[in-house]
Protein backbone atom coordinates (compact mmCIF):
# COMPACT_ATOMS: atom_id res chain seq x y z
CA UNK A 1 0.00 0.00 0.00
CA UNK A 2 1.37 3.16 -0.78
CA UNK A 3 1.75 6.47 1.34
CA UNK A 4 -1.44 8.39 -0.31
CA UNK A 5 -3.16 5.06 -0.17
CA UNK A 6 -2.55 4.92 3.28
CA UNK A 7 -3.76 8.95 4.22
CA UNK A 8 -6.94 8.44 1.90
CA UNK A 9 -7.99 5.25 4.04
CA UNK A 10 -6.97 7.19 7.01
CA UNK A 11 -9.04 10.13 5.93
CA UNK A 12 -11.91 8.45 4.48
CA UNK A 13 -11.77 6.38 8.12
CA UNK A 14 -12.27 10.26 9.99
CA UNK A 15 -16.20 10.71 9.77
CA UNK A 16 -17.88 13.89 11.25
CA UNK A 17 -20.95 11.62 13.05
CA UNK A 18 -18.12 9.48 14.66
CA UNK A 19 -15.77 11.37 16.29
CA UNK A 20 -12.89 9.58 18.37
CA UNK A 21 -13.01 10.73 21.91
CA UNK A 22 -15.03 11.59 25.10
CA UNK A 23 -19.17 10.27 24.71
CA UNK A 24 -21.92 10.52 26.81
CA UNK A 25 -25.26 9.01 27.31
CA UNK A 26 -27.54 6.56 29.17
CA UNK A 27 -29.08 3.03 28.60
CA UNK A 28 -32.50 2.05 30.07
CA UNK A 29 -34.07 -1.10 30.53
CA UNK A 30 -37.48 -1.94 28.39
CA UNK A 31 -39.91 -1.56 31.42
CA UNK A 32 -38.67 1.58 32.81
CA UNK A 33 -37.44 5.16 30.52
CA UNK A 34 -35.17 5.89 34.32
CA UNK A 35 -31.75 6.72 32.24
CA UNK A 36 -28.47 4.74 33.86
CA UNK A 37 -25.81 7.36 33.09
CA UNK A 38 -22.55 6.50 31.06
CA UNK A 39 -19.22 7.54 30.33
CA UNK A 40 -17.44 6.62 27.64
CA UNK A 41 -14.28 6.77 25.54
CA UNK A 42 -14.26 5.66 22.16
CA UNK A 43 -11.76 5.04 18.85
CA UNK A 44 -12.99 4.50 15.76
CA UNK A 45 -10.78 3.43 13.15
CA UNK A 46 -10.86 1.29 10.06
CA UNK A 47 -14.12 0.23 10.77
CA UNK A 48 -13.95 -0.85 14.29
CA UNK A 49 -14.85 0.74 17.69
CA UNK A 50 -12.97 -0.08 20.57
CA UNK A 51 -13.24 1.93 24.20
CA UNK A 52 -14.15 2.29 27.61
CA UNK A 53 -16.09 3.95 30.13
CA UNK A 54 -18.26 3.95 33.28
CA UNK A 55 -21.53 3.44 34.09
CA UNK A 56 -23.74 2.61 37.13
CA UNK A 57 -23.16 -1.04 36.87
CA UNK A 58 -19.27 -0.65 36.59
CA UNK A 59 -16.34 -0.01 34.63
CA UNK A 60 -16.19 -1.84 31.38
CA UNK A 61 -14.67 -2.02 28.03
CA UNK A 62 -15.71 -1.72 24.02
CA UNK A 63 -15.10 -3.93 20.61
CA UNK A 64 -17.18 -3.67 18.26
CA UNK A 65 -17.31 -2.71 14.68
CA UNK A 66 -19.47 -0.29 12.48
CA UNK A 67 -20.55 0.26 8.47
CA UNK A 68 -20.38 4.03 7.31
CA UNK A 69 -22.34 2.96 4.46
CA UNK A 70 -25.38 1.65 6.11
CA UNK A 71 -24.92 3.83 9.23
CA UNK A 72 -24.89 0.76 11.61
CA UNK A 73 -22.62 -0.26 14.85
CA UNK A 74 -22.51 -3.31 16.54
CA UNK A 75 -20.24 -3.53 19.92
CA UNK A 76 -20.20 -5.66 23.25
CA UNK A 77 -19.47 -3.78 26.55
CA UNK A 78 -17.79 -6.61 28.64
CA UNK A 79 -17.88 -5.99 32.07
CA UNK A 80 -15.78 -8.08 34.80
CA UNK A 81 -18.63 -10.39 35.21
CA UNK A 82 -20.46 -10.60 31.78
CA UNK A 83 -21.30 -9.26 28.70
CA UNK A 84 -23.72 -6.66 26.92
CA UNK A 85 -24.58 -7.09 23.02
CA UNK A 86 -25.03 -3.31 21.57
CA UNK A 87 -26.44 -2.25 18.28
CA UNK A 88 -27.81 0.39 16.82
CA UNK A 89 -28.02 3.19 14.18
CA UNK A 90 -25.75 6.42 13.19
CA UNK A 91 -27.08 9.73 12.98
CA UNK A 92 -26.83 13.47 13.48
CA UNK A 93 -27.54 12.22 17.26
CA UNK A 94 -25.06 9.77 17.98
CA UNK A 95 -25.82 5.88 18.26
CA UNK A 96 -28.89 4.53 19.37
CA UNK A 97 -30.39 1.65 19.62
CA UNK A 98 -31.01 -1.87 21.56
CA UNK A 99 -29.05 -3.81 23.97
CA UNK A 100 -29.38 -7.59 25.15
CA UNK A 101 -27.44 -9.18 27.91
CA UNK A 102 -25.27 -12.24 27.00
CA UNK A 103 -25.83 -15.58 29.05
CA UNK A 104 -23.35 -17.68 27.85
CA UNK A 105 -21.07 -17.49 29.87
CA UNK A 106 -23.25 -18.71 33.03
CA UNK A 107 -23.31 -22.60 31.15
CA UNK A 108 -26.67 -22.46 30.90
CA UNK A 109 -27.76 -25.47 28.52
CA UNK A 110 -29.38 -22.71 25.35
CA UNK A 111 -33.15 -23.94 25.92
CA UNK A 112 -33.23 -23.13 29.42
CA UNK A 113 -30.88 -19.98 29.06
CA UNK A 114 -33.76 -19.03 26.09
CA UNK A 115 -36.67 -19.55 28.74
CA UNK A 116 -34.74 -17.80 30.93
CA UNK A 117 -34.08 -14.56 29.26
CA UNK A 118 -38.18 -14.93 27.94
CA UNK A 119 -38.95 -14.82 31.94
CA UNK A 120 -36.49 -12.08 32.71
CA UNK A 121 -36.64 -10.17 29.41
CA UNK A 122 -37.01 -6.95 31.21
CA UNK A 123 -33.99 -6.96 32.63
CA UNK A 124 -32.06 -8.27 29.96
CA UNK A 125 -32.92 -6.23 27.55
CA UNK A 126 -33.25 -2.10 26.71
CA UNK A 127 -32.33 0.76 24.69
CA UNK A 128 -29.43 3.03 24.82
CA UNK A 129 -28.46 6.73 23.22
CA UNK A 130 -24.96 7.91 23.48
CA UNK A 131 -23.89 11.03 21.31
CA UNK A 132 -20.29 13.11 21.52
CA UNK A 133 -19.42 15.15 24.63
CA UNK A 134 -19.61 18.50 23.92
CA UNK A 135 -17.10 20.94 25.04
CA UNK A 136 -18.23 23.49 27.59
CA UNK A 137 -18.43 26.40 24.82
CA UNK A 138 -20.29 24.31 22.76
CA UNK A 139 -23.30 23.71 24.83
CA UNK A 140 -26.93 25.31 25.01
CA UNK A 141 -30.02 24.75 26.26
CA UNK A 142 -31.41 23.70 22.87
CA UNK A 143 -28.53 20.84 22.60
CA UNK A 144 -29.10 19.74 26.13
CA UNK A 145 -32.66 19.09 25.70
CA UNK A 146 -31.66 17.43 22.71
CA UNK A 147 -29.73 14.97 24.09
CA UNK A 148 -31.96 14.42 26.47
CA UNK A 149 -35.01 13.74 24.71
CA UNK A 150 -34.35 10.90 22.80
CA UNK A 151 -37.27 10.71 20.14
CA UNK A 152 -35.35 7.65 18.26
CA UNK A 153 -34.82 5.92 21.17
CA UNK A 154 -38.47 6.26 22.05
CA UNK A 155 -39.64 5.42 18.52
CA UNK A 156 -37.39 1.88 19.05
CA UNK A 157 -38.80 1.36 22.50
CA UNK A 158 -42.86 1.69 20.74
CA UNK A 159 -41.81 -0.46 18.07
CA UNK A 160 -40.49 -3.11 19.79
CA UNK A 161 -41.40 -3.05 23.47
CA UNK A 162 -44.90 -1.98 22.62
Not at 23 to 45: A, D, I, R, T
Not at 77 to 106: Q, V
Request: proline letters at 3%; hydrophobic letters at 30%.
Amino acid sequence: MSVDDKDKRQSEDVHPLLPSGEWEGFYCYNHSPEQHKMQVELNFSNAVVSGSGIDDVASFTWKGQYDLEKLKLSMTKHYATHKIFYRGDIDENGIWGLWECDMSHLGIPQGLAEMIKDSLKEDLTGGFHIWPKKQQSETNSNSLEAQNESKKLKEIFIEVFG
